[in-house]
């Protein structure tokens, strides 16, 4: 069975949790496009509403969350948000793989990893095991790991580089073609990232997926990303191909955060750090922008009125001192 | 391909089992004192099972030797109506050992399955559940048994058993709801439910066998915490003599052959009480060994 990969859509996606001020949205009007066959990147500070963004893929916010608005649109799937029960428990893993935040907790400590890609098999109805055995294998070889060594092993036999590649097999085992990475690198050495980046790309050209990368780091982005978009406060600031993107970034956030980066040539302090801090749930803005306070380019209007993302081209912008220049060009 | 697959999926599932029982065994051969809890152990159950079918209904009495010291013949003696002391321990065994299984199964039971729905579930059954085991932790034992007592005759090891167990899951739903509250927010829960398995594999299968030496445990303590309830309810004299219970033969020993000032009844007095110290020192050995048993990572070496 040759799958397609599928494209996803995301349509004014509010996420919200409930405290005690209230229902907060830490993910608040997202419009986003996955195409088929694309690497998209995600990064955002802390707090920034990525994860909860991914989570929303798999319809897996976990209470007080909940989404509260919007449609995501998977080709083959239908709209995740009205999925439930056993439904929704199918298509986690089989459409859609999830590398979870912090993939080297994500084994079973109790369990070898044959026994937990069993458990897997048995929980989808797979008739073959011996089949998804020999496709763990394979997929384990693929990225330079002893298949058989590996499903044998417990969790803490393995390094953290050899469990975040198990998380991706375990993810991709399925047959999923829709892959969301969650920090796929965070808390490995540079090599290891590297590998893992090199896997994740590869295996993606090889399997026909469409990957969602979710990273705070842009060189890791930058390494494996077609689009990239940048998130803020809950809000989709900028989305563009990821070159253009970095190369010439319009958002006075994207910019703080490039200019944040310090270079292996040239002075060190050149990098200079954003100014304030990012807003948690309680103290992001209900009206406005919600980048104005630690923004240069700061107007009037930001207080009050909420920019609306503008498309140009491939790139679209929330931002009205952009939106301004732009139309004072045009 | 596929044919030379075959043997290998089922041997690697059977050398998993094989290895958890040959890891068992390392555990046990690691301290000596371990093998000794267990064989403690295992005499203790079979002495209740078997014990009683080879004593007769009714012991004989010796009238011409009554209250005897330890002797080769008796060797705890005998008790004021001429019986063999160590006949009346093994006697009383089954009833000891009975209720603290019952006992047991029931305090894991209940507890295990309210603490686990209560902390999986969270929200409103939590509430409801947890305020119900608030108010069962309060309610004080001592004093309810007695007051039972004088209602029931506890005549039955089972229905002892039952009483002490339904007083007893409290504390074990506590203490089994903050290990799933704390595990449910584990890296290995969120995958699990991420790659869609199944609500009742994940409890079931991921979320208990964490649990599984932290369940033993308490299992194995509250068959010593059943010892000495019940033990202590017929020693303090409130329920009937009829039953073979080494508590009965506390009480009489102490009050009716006067242990405390006869030293003949010396023997009386230490066989139930040496019956109790040796089945509480096993179950403290095999203890010891749970942890690592269920922990696969001190299994190794």
Partial sequence: MVQQAPGVRIDGLTVVYKTPAGELPAVRGIDLTLEPGSITGIVGESGSGKSTLALSLLNAVQPPGRIAAGRVEIDGLGDVVGLAGEQLRKARGRHIGYVFQA????????????????????????EDLRGLVREAKDLLGRMGLDGARVLDSHQHELSGGMRQRVGIMLALVLNAHLVVLDEPTTALDMITQANILKIVREVHAERGLTTLVITHDIGVV?????RLAVMYGGRLVEQGPTREVLGAPRHPYTKGLIRAIPRLVGDIDEAQALPGRPPTLATVPKEGCVFRERCALRMDVCDTVDPQAVADGPRTVACHAVTVTVKEHA | MSATLVPETASAASTMRRNFWRGVWRVMKRKPSRMAGVVILAGFILMAVVGPMLLPEHLPGDTSSITQPPSWEHWFGTDPQGRDVLALVVKGSRYVLLTAAVTALITVVAGTAI???????????????????????????????????????????????????????????????????????????????????????????ELLPSMAPYIAMNMLISVTGAVYSQVGLFFLGVLPYESDNWGVMLNLAVFQAGAMVTPTALGYLLGPLLAILLLTLAIVLVVDAMDEIFNPRLREE
């Fill in chain 1, 103 to 126: 993939a080297q907790n994500s084994l079973n400590p109790l369990k070898t990893v044959g026994k937990q890609l069993l458990d897997l098999g048995r929980s989808h109805g797979v």
């Fill in chain 1, 222 to 226: 930058a390494e494996v990303a077609d």
């Fill in chain 2, 115 to 205: 603490g686990l729905f209560s902390g999986f579930k969270r929200g409103r059954w939590d509430t409801v559940l947890m305020r119900l085991t608030d108010m069962k932790l309060t309610i004080p034992g001592l004093p309810l048994l007695l007051v039972l007592a004088t209602v029931w005759q506890f005549g039955s090891p089972l229905q002892m058993g039952l009483v002490l167990g339904l007083l007893g899951w409290g504390g074990v739903a506590r203490a089994v709801r903050s290990q799933t509250l704390s595990l449910r927010e584990r890296g290995f829960i969120e995958a699990a439910r991420g790659l869609g398995l199944s609500t009742s594999h994940i409890i079931g299968r």
